[in-house]
């Protein structure tokens, strides 16, 4: 793709993909068309972007037209002006990586930087930086893993972001939502409302692969990359990031399976991988197989399905667990559930003498089988509590060093706080949850106040004063899902 004057033929390799990247059956929900201006130079930059440059729309256009495509020639299009881009859209207080590089260190020479980080990636003498491993803690009391890349490589990695999405954006299904340009979290969570709340669905399977990001295996991974690309540098690239290492605690640590979370291009990489080992396969199982309808809503690793009869669920299961053996990865047996659930769950479980209808949790929501206010079924999310209580606990160690601020500092952050976590979880169904949270950011508040002095007077009275004068009040932000499922994929 060198020059505009060239075939299509001389840009391209038509050569057949691997079997194991047969043409889905059909994507869940139909992908707008780019209506930008075809001499539009530039975006975004951000990974949830939607558009792509004058370059890139010519290759999202051949990859659309062409599912077998295999594309010769992609690393012209890391430029110096993306690297650029991607630089001003780096956090600036990111923490930095193994090599101390902050973002205020690099913009001070940041044309020299670039031009050569530009002349090292073309003449591959570019090296990638082993990922630094820092550990935060998770809600079940646990540490997660979280690699933190040197910044050149996260400039690298995000055009390289940039130029694979013009390809595997026309490639990925429609019920796969993580980490993908114009899709999130509220998408995948809105798919699932809207098909439990107006589609036969009877059963869920809640699966979860155990320690994903570290069980990928990494010669599948490249030979899934290769059923598109082709151009031996971009290929290069990746196992370079794949092979850096991780830098654990001043040791360095070379893995031979799995991709380094926290690292840009992580995602996409987990998705490549996902999407020919799950979503094309269980899209052609759900239109061969089972004898009901099949839903399935997957968010990076994190997967829902939804079935109308149980066999159709238990036969999936089954076949899932073989399927993923092959690609070395397996699924949690004690995080992976299978459940009634749905419209019917409640009047079925009372006749078996059985409880209420259990619950499962899908991207920081629990979803719950409920009754509207008319007696009619009603899909109920609620805040995890568990993640609830982790953040709240986040609040109370920063207040501690807040303490002696003005009360009006400390109300600005609060406010924040607060303004941040409604953002999330102001769904419909979840009142409850956000007035629970609204009110337990008051009582720190007023515990941290007290702590200030022996003498303090702090009153609920007061508090109140001060979170009225202060606090957002809880209110519900977003749609309901199945109107605003409608609305974006409308059929």
């Known amino acids: ?4 004057e060239k075939s299509d033929s001389a840009i391209v390799a038509m050569k057949p993909a691997n079997k194991a990247a047969t043409k889905a059956a059909e994507r869940a929900e139909p992908r707008a068309g780019t209506k930008r201006n075809m001499s539009q130079t530039h975006t975004c930059r951000a990974q949830n972007r939607g558009s792509v440059s004058q370059g890139l729309e010519r290759v999202r256009e051949l990859a659309k037209r062409h599912k077998k495509m295999r594309f010769t020639t992609l690393l012209h299009h890391l430029t110096v002006d993306r690297l650029r881009e991607a630089f001003y859209a780096l956090k600036r207080k990111a923490a930095p990586g193994v090599d101390g590089t902050r973002w205020q260190d690099y913009e001070a020479g940041l044309e020299e930087h670039l031009q050569t980080l530009h ?3 073309h003449t591959g003498s570019y090296r990638a930086q082993p990922v630094l491993r820092r550990y935060i803690p998770k809600s079940d009391g646990n540490l997660r893993p979280l690699g933190i890349a040197a910044l050149e490589d996260k400039l690298v990695q995000s055009v390289m972001v940039d130029i694979l999405n013009a390809i595997y954006e026309e490639d990925f299904l429609g019920f796969s939502y993580g980490f993908r340009p114009g899709r999130s979290q509220h998408d995948a969570l809105d798919a699932v409302a809207a098909a439990i709340q107006q589609r036969p669905v009877n059963w869920i399977l809640d699966a979860d692969i155990r320690n994903f990001f570290d069980s990928v295996n990494r ?5 899934f990359v290769e059923h598109r690309v082709a151009d031996p540098r971009v290929i290069r690239l990746i196992s370079k990031w794949l092979e850096a290492g991780v830098l654990d605690k001043g040791q360095l640590l070379v893995v031979q399976t799995g991709t380094p979370q926290g690292s840009v291009i992580s995602p996409l990489l987990a998705n490549i991988y996902l999407h020919y080992v799950f979503d094309i396969w269980v899209n052609s199982w759900r239109h061969r197989c089972p004898r009901g309808q099949v839903i399935v809503s997957r968010y990076a690793d994190d997967t829902v399905l939804g079935f109308q009869y149980e066999e159709d669920a238990l036969l999936l299961k089954q076949a899932l667990e073989q399927r993923l053996e092959k690609f070395d990865l397996m699924l949690h047996p004690k995080k992976t559930r ?18 209420k209808p259990e619950t499962f949790t899908y991207l920081g929501f629990t979803h719950i089988s409920g009754t509207s206010r008319s007696g009619a079924f009603q899909l109920k999310r609620s805040s995890r509590k568990d993640r609830m209580r982790a953040k709240l606990q986040q609040v109370k160690e920063q207040m501690r060093r807040r303490m002696h601020e003005l009360i009006a500092s400390q109300g600005r952050w609060l406010a924040q706080v607060v303004r941040g976590y409604f953002a999330y979880h102001a769904v419909p169904t979840n ?6 949270f609204r009110h337990s950011i008051m009582h720190l508040w007023r515990r941290t106040l007290r702590r200030r002095s022996q003498k303090d007077n702090m009153t609920w009275q007061r508090i109140q004063r001060l979170a009225n004068e202060w606090l957002p009040q809880p209110r519900i932000l977003h749609e309901w899902p199945d109107r605003r499922f409608a609305v974006k994929y409308s059929r």
Not at 1 to 4: P, Q, V
Request: net charge positive.
């Open 219 to 223: 010669k599948w991974l490249i030979r």
């Open 1 to 4: 793709m060198h020059g505009h």
């Open 431 to 436: 009142m409850k949850a956000l007035r629970a």
């Open 119 to 121: 002349k090292r990636v």
């Open 338 to 355: 299978l459940l009634e659930f749905g419209r019917y769950a409640t009047e079925r479980r009372q006749r078996k003498g059985l409880g």
